[in-house]
Structures are given as structure tokens and as C-alpha cells.
């Protein structure tokens, strides 16, 4: 059973501090990774893709994958209380391509 | 990336009923999937719908509950059929990103089962 985990929180941080949210997943072939954002009572929204080692900012985002640990994050620098949501990570399963999700972690920025 | 509309957007229904949602895509897709996400759980797969092929469904999940059709690359529906308090849940649409290797997801459909 091909699986992605994450901490579920609540991470709860001060506003203007960063918040790193982390997320390890079990198939070593898949090449593809996302970050999700789901504010409570909506649908997930895609935030960030990640296909290569090393880090891709975009904005106040990056997020960072290490394909040899199979480990991907995701920085959010200067947390902002409409940040607050639930970051699912999902791993795209390299043999049927279907995207396997996370259960997800809880963010809470403090104003 | 695509504009997906699901309706209903929410539906309250009595147990043994069936409620049909749908969902509309504003381009062409060759995939769309059906989400269920329970209660303060993540998104469970239920199946894939490709146009023109009959929907391939994950384990737990099986067609006879839950009837899906693709007539054309715009449009599915997900039936929930005979259904239980158990039923009760968000129910979503994604299609998958085209070029991109995503999938972007409609607005939901939240039902609840008296």
C-alpha cells in the first residue's frame, strides 16, 4: 500500500514567522509532487508542484523535495492568519498516475 | 487551469434515496475523478472516469453504489445510491491538468444522510 504521511497538527504559529510543513511518501518511482491548500468548508486548492530535487519558491512558498529521502515540504514565510488551512500533500503514484493524498496538516497562524 | 462546477452544492437527504451530482468542466479533459472526503478526513478515491470507457473504481468502492457517467470530455455524474448516514460526506470532482501533471478540483458537494 503506497503511502503519504504527514503530521496532522495543529501547527500553530506566530504571524510573521515560517511555517514548515513536512510530508514523506512510501513510492520511491513517483516523479511528481503537490501542495494543496483547503480552507474549512472548501474544496483543495493546488498551491505548489514539485518534480526535481533541490527547492522552488514562488512567492511566499517553496517548497523542497529530497527524492532520496523520499521527503517533500513546504516553507511559508511570513505566516499570515489567512494562511490558515489544511496543507494536504499528494505524491503522484508512479505506476496508475493517480494522485495519492496525505490526511493532511492543520495550520494555525496567531495574529 | 479548468473552471469545474459541481451542483448540488450541498443536499440533505432521507436514507434508501439516490442523489445524482454533477459535475461541468469548462474545456475538454480527458480524466475526471470522484473524490469522497469524510468528516475531517482526506480525499478517498472513488473512481476514474474516462470518456467513452466505463469508470474504473478503487477498492471499497463498486458501481452498483455508486453509478458514474462520462457522455462526453465536459461532463460526469456520481450517483450515490441506497444511501445510509454513512454516505455523509463531501463528494468531489477533479480533472486532471492536461499538460500539467495536477489534477484541480471542483467546489464539492456536501451531502448529509438523515
Known amino acids: 500500500q503506497k503511502e503519504v504521511e504527514q503530521n496532522s497538527g495543529p501547527l500553530s504559529v506566530p504571524e510573521g514567522a515560517i511555517a514548515s510543513l513536512n510530508c514523506t511518501y512510501s513510492?520511491?518511482?513517483?516523479?511528481?509532487f503537490f501542495w494543496y491548500r483547503q480552507y474549512s468548508g472548501k474544496s483543495p486548492e493546488l498551491i505548489m508542484s514539485?518534480?526535481?530535487?533541490g527547492d522552488k519558491e514562488d512567492g511566499r512558498f517553496t517548497a523542497q523535495l529530497n527524492k532520496a529521502s523520499q521527503y517533500v515540504s513546504l516553507l511559508i514565510r511570513d505566516s499570515q492568519p489567512s494562511d490558515s488551512a489544511t496543507y494536504l500533500c499528494?505524491?503522484?503514484?508512479?505506476?496508475?498516475?493517480?494522485?495519492?493524498f496525505g490526511t493532511g496538516t492543520l495550520l494555525a497562524v496567531q495574529p | 487551469s479548468a473552471v469545474i462546477s459541481q451542483k448540488p452544492s450541498r443536499d440533505i437527504c432521507q436514507r434508501g434515496t439516490s442523489l445524482t451530482i454533477q459535475c461541468q468542466v469548462d474545456s475538454q479533459v480527458t480524466m475526471m475523478f470522484w473524490y469522497r472526503q469524510q468528516p475531517g478526513q482526506s480525499l478517498t478515491l472513488i473512481a476514474t472516469a474516462n470518456q467513452g470507457s466505463e469508470a474504473t473504481y478503487e477498492s471499497g468502492f463498486v458501481i452498483d453504489k455508486f453509478p458514474i457517467s462520462r457522455p462526453n470530455l465536459t461532463f460526469s455524474t456520481l450517483t450515490v445510491s441506497n444511501m445510509s448516514p454513512e454516505d455523509s460526506s463531501i463528494y468531489l470532482c477533479?480533472?486532471?491538468?492536461?499538460?500539467?501533471?495536477?489534477?484541480?478540483f471542483g467546489p464539492g458537494t456536501r451531502l448529509l444522510v438523515l
Open positions: 477533479s480533472v486532471d491538468g492536461g499538460t500539467e501533471e495536477t489534477q484541480y
Open positions: 514539485i518534480y526535481s530535487n
Open positions: 513510492d520511491r518511482v513517483s516523479q511528481s
Open positions: 499528494a505524491v503522484k503514484d508512479g505506476a496508475t498516475n493517480k494522485l495519492i
